[in-house]
């Protein structure tokens, strides 16, 4: 059984227990409703069990037929040829026949960037481990692309022009012109360079692909995390409402974002909009965030609302007079954003550049193309909360980078040792400096990223 049909079943048994309490308190209505959520549950596992099964026994006749092996063959070759690639490249051995062979004959090869394609095995595992729980991509709208630049159109308001009344044997009217806007994007070049050791590259096959693997999601997911949180407030710049207490977070819903939205809205918010929204008690009380029956780590603003937690980091607080504004972002970011993604990723190899040879390591660099744009803008609020402070405000380390600039040293030998690594660990960064060295050696290694995210 996999992981999300185990999730499924806990969330059963949570809402049979939900349905014995309400019972035994005499909340027999409340009951009633729980028992139709637990057939809906109960409906969906058992949908979704046929197809695990039909996928196992599909599994089965190509192990009994020797397909599946076949498979699983030609899998580990390609991802014994990738690793004996890299090794080559830096002089740890040599790609055989058989090797060049099979990187030959995969599509993937070579693209646009040059350098060496990863196999798809391997995008599709790194894929999965970038979209974990703390993974803002799994929000908003991904649409795989196989160009470099492209548009779509969609259309405005569809959903609001009703038909005319029709009599019968007339002639039908003609339908108000639709409002149609084309979405442009041009996918840009992300990376940066994972330095590794030369006892790294002396392993096996399989522990280089699993310490890639990691890093490379890591990395893929802050910059995706970053992309979205900046194109948030790209959208919402100006137009952000203030909140003080529950009427102002009921209006947003209620009033401020359109009904169609306002189904399908969530909460995403930093640790600090997070503990706010934790903390406010209706008038009876009781707490307004409650967790979600059905999802027992999650929870729902006013039952409703799925609240989504990042970091501070990843969302900073704005520092203001008298204290700090916390982000609490509400809407459907699924209708808001797209990314458009074009599911590559190619590397280059080398030992000797920079200061690589003098540090006996080997740098990996990294690039995949992505683009983001906003779709809707009217599907998302900003909402802001001022919490005030003794210190002024002094105490949020409010760092908001922006996406498409390039900073120059001069900019970055102003920052502390500290602002640095957490500027460059924001931008999606591999700062493999620490606030602990040398503040020379930090702003040497945010140059040296930023240069290759550009793709220098």
Same mark, same amino acid.
């Given at each position: 059984?996999?992981?999300?049909?185990?999730?499924?079943?806990?969330?059963?048994? #949570? *809402? +049979?227990?939900?349905?014995?309490?309400?019972?035994? /308190? @005499?909340?027999?209505?409340? $009951?009633? &409703? %729980?028992?139709?959520?637990?057939?809906?549950?109960?409906?969906?596992?058992?949908?979704?069990?046929?197809?695990?099964?039909?996928?196992?026994?599909?599994?089965?006749?190509?192990?009994?037929?020797?397909? #599946? *092996? +076949?498979?699983?063959?030609?899998?580990?070759?390609? /991802? @014994?040829?990738?690793?004996? $690639?890299? &090794? %080559?490249?830096?002089?740890?051995?040599?790609?055989?026949?058989?090797?060049?062979?099979?990187?030959?004959?995969?599509?993937?090869?070579?693209?646009?960037?040059?350098?060496?394609?990863?196999?798809?095995?391997?995008?599709?595992?790194?894929?999965?481990?970038?979209?974990?729980?703390?993974?803002?991509?799994?929000?908003?709208?991904?649409?795989?692309?196989?160009?470099?630049?492209?548009?779509?159109?969609?259309?405005?308001?569809?959903?609001?022009?009703?038909?005319?009344?029709?009599?019968?044997?007339?002639?039908?009217?003609?339908?108000?012109?639709?409002?149609?806007?084309?979405?442009?994007?041009?996918?840009?070049?992300?990376?940066?360079?994972?330095?590794?050791?030369?006892?790294?590259?002396?392993?096996?096959?399989?522990?280089?692909?699993?310490?890639?693997?990691?890093?490379?999601?890591?990395?893929?997911?802050?910059?995706?995390?970053?992309?979205?949180?900046?194109?948030?407030?790209?959208?919402?710049?100006?137009?952000?409402?203030?909140?003080?207490?529950?009427?102002?977070?009921?209006?947003?819903?209620?009033?401020?974002?359109?009904?169609?939205?306002?189904?399908?809205?969530?909460?995403?918010?930093?640790?600090?909009?997070?503990?706010?929204?934790?903390?406010?008690?209706?008038?009876?009380?009781?707490?307004?965030?409650?967790?979600?029956?059905?999802?027992?780590?999650?929870?729902?603003?006013?039952?409703?609302?799925?609240?989504?937690?990042?970091?501070?980091?990843?969302?900073?607080?704005?520092?203001?007079?008298?204290?700090?504004?916390?982000?609490?972002?509400?809407?459907?970011?699924?209708?808001?954003?797209?990314?458009?993604?074009?599911?590559?990723?190619?590397?280059?190899?080398?030992?000797?550049?920079?200061?690589?040879?003098?540090?006996?390591?080997?740098?990996?660099?990294?690039?995949?193309?992505?683009?983001?744009?906003?779709?809707?803008?009217?599907?998302?609020?900003?909402?802001?909360?001022?919490?005030?402070?003794?210190?002024?405000?002094?105490?949020?380390?409010?760092?908001?980078?922006?996406?498409?600039?390039?900073?120059?040293?001069?900019?970055?030998?102003?920052?502390?040792?500290?602002?640095?690594?957490?500027?460059?660990?924001?931008?999606?960064?591999?700062?493999?400096?620490?606030?602990?060295?040398?503040?020379?050696?930090?702003?040497?290694?945010?140059?040296?990223?930023?240069?290759?995210?550009?793709?220098?």
């Amino acid at each position: 059984m996999n992981e999300e049909l185990k999730k499924m079943l806990d969330s059963i048994k #949570a *809402k +049979k227990q939900e349905v014995r309490d309400l019972c035994k /308190a @005499g909340k027999i209505k409340d $009951a009633a &409703k %729980a028992k139709d959520e637990l057939k809906e549950l109960q409906a969906q596992f058992d949908l979704l069990y046929d197809l695990e099964q039909d996928k196992l026994d599909d599994m089965q006749q190509k192990a009994a037929d020797g397909t #599946a *092996k +076949k498979i699983v063959d030609q899998t580990k070759k390609i /991802a @014994g040829a990738f690793v004996n $690639a890299i &090794k %080559a490249a830096v002089g740890k051995g040599d790609l055989s026949a058989e090797d060049k062979e099979i990187l030959n004959s995969m599509n993937e090869g070579k693209d646009e960037d040059g350098g060496l394609t990863v196999p798809k095995d391997i995008r599709t595992a790194v894929k999965e481990l970038r979209r974990s729980e703390d993974a803002l991509e799994n929000l908003v709208n991904v649409e795989r692309v196989t160009t470099l630049s492209g548009s779509r159109v969609i259309e405005r308001y569809a959903d609001q022009t009703p038909f005319d009344n029709v009599d019968e044997a007339a002639e039908f009217p003609e339908v108000s012109t639709p409002q149609f806007e084309k979405i442009d994007y041009k996918v840009k070049k992300k990376g940066g360079i994972l330095k590794v050791t030369q006892e790294l590259l002396s392993d096996t096959a399989e522990n280089i692909i699993g310490y890639l693997k990691k890093w490379i999601a890591k990395k893929a997911k802050a910059t995706r995390n970053f992309m979205i949180i900046a194109k948030v407030r790209e959208i919402t710049k100006d137009a952000e409402v203030p909140v003080v207490g529950l009427d102002d977070l009921k209006k947003i819903f209620n009033i401020l974002l359109d009904p169609a939205i306002a189904l399908s809205a969530c909460v995403v918010t930093n640790q600090d909009g997070y503990n706010w929204l934790d903390t406010l008690k209706d008038k009876d009380g009781k707490y307004i965030m409650q967790p979600d029956p059905t999802k027992p780590m999650s929870t729902l603003l006013f039952g409703k609302y799925p609240v989504k937690k990042v970091g501070n980091k990843t969302m900073p607080s704005v520092a203001v007079s008298g204290g700090y504004k916390v982000p609490i972002v509400c809407g459907d970011l699924k209708e808001a954003i797209t990314i458009f993604d074009r599911e590559t990723l190619t590397i280059d190899i080398s030992s000797t550049a920079g200061k690589l040879w003098e540090t006996d390591q080997t740098g990996i660099k990294v690039r995949e193309r992505l683009d983001i744009q906003s779709v809707d803008e009217e599907a998302i609020i900003m909402a802001e909360h001022l919490i005030e402070t003794s210190d002024g405000g002094a105490a949020v380390a409010s760092i908001e980078p922006e996406e498409k600039k390039i900073y120059t040293q001069a900019e970055i030998e102003k920052l502390s040792r500290e602002k640095i690594v957490a500027l460059g660990t924001q931008l999606g960064y591999t700062m493999t400096a620490t606030a602990a060295d040398e503040k020379a050696a930090v702003v040497a290694d945010f140059m040296q990223q930023q240069a290759a995210a550009q793709g220098e």
